[in-house]
């Protein structure tokens, strides 16, 4: 799968006239929750040529792939993906902390040195929550669910703790939030979770766990009311992200 991926990123680049400047895995596999027939949830960062940026008709700023098998591949323009970290979009930290690396670049790097100023703590913490809400009363609302769900909801519930005690981007890695955030006592069900959900199907169904429902719905409620008490925050400046738009524009194809 490593070498198809690193084909599609490259007839991605014939194809589109751009340059792909950081590739990850962005899913349960970098999660650290996949399943044996879980997608490969490919997302990366790309440069158009120059010229491009100077048209009055706008190019479009997304490339899509159809899915193909277990191949789920899609990608935005590095201006995009600026401004969305200037706005502390938590899945513009994710991709660029995602353990699963396909391509990197100088750029990159330098995004990862840089990203720190532009993250806002109550931003992030209503996008996770909102996350583990919305999934909560999708899929785990019925007399049997889906294992996998009660991660979707875990792991963001775990990154809004994270967020809350240190006030830094959480890790993409289930297992270190569990390990930080996650009391004692619920370890051995979660972990037991966790092994059904790896060696299952995506689809396989469990009767729903009122215990670990009540524990979700508890916490959910709890963070809610610490996230409404946090102060507003002022977003930093766009002098950095205007400077790494340059030094992505250094790595961009002839037009």
């Not at 690396?101 to 990862?112: C, E, H, M, N, Q």
Request: with cysteine.
């Amino acid at each position: 799968m490593q070498e198809l991926i690193r084909q599609k990123l490259e007839e991605i680049e014939g194809e589109e006239n751009c340059r792909i400047l950081l590739a990850v895995e962005s899913g349960s596999r970098a999660w650290g929750f996949a399943s044996p027939d879980s997608d490969y949830d490919v997302r990366f960062i790309y440069v158009r040529p120059r010229g491009d940026y100077l048209k009055l008709e706008k190019v479009r700023d997304v490339i899509e792939r159809p899915i193909s098998g277990r191949l789920d591949i899609n990608g935005w323009d590095a201006a995009k993906a600026l401004r969305l970290l200037h706005k502390s979009n938590p899945t513009v930290f994710e991709w660029f902390s995602s353990p699963i690396l396909y391509r990197d670049s100088p750029f990159a790097g330098r995004v990862r040195a840089e990203m720190g100023k532009y993250f806002s703590r109550k931003s992030s913490l209503w996008h996770y929550l909102h996350m583990a809400q919305g999934n909560y009363r999708a899929y785990l609302r019925g007399e049997r669910v889906k294992a996998k769900k009660y991660f979707y909801v875990l792991r963001p519930l775990l990154a809004c703790r994270w967020i809350l005690e240190r006030g830094t981007p959480p890790p993409m890695a289930f297992a270190r939030l569990a390990e930080s955030q996650l009391e004692e006592e619920w370890k051995p069900l979660v972990d037991r979770l966790l092994e059904l959900k790896r060696g299952a199907p995506e689809v396989e169904k469990i009767p729903r766990i009122d215990r670990l429902n009540a524990y979700l719905d508890r916490e959910l409620a709890r963070v809610m009311e610490q996230i409404e008490r946090l102060p507003k925050e002022e977003p930093a400046g766009w002098e950095e992200l205007d400077a790494l738009f340059l030094l992505a524009l250094q790595a961009a194809p002839a037009g």
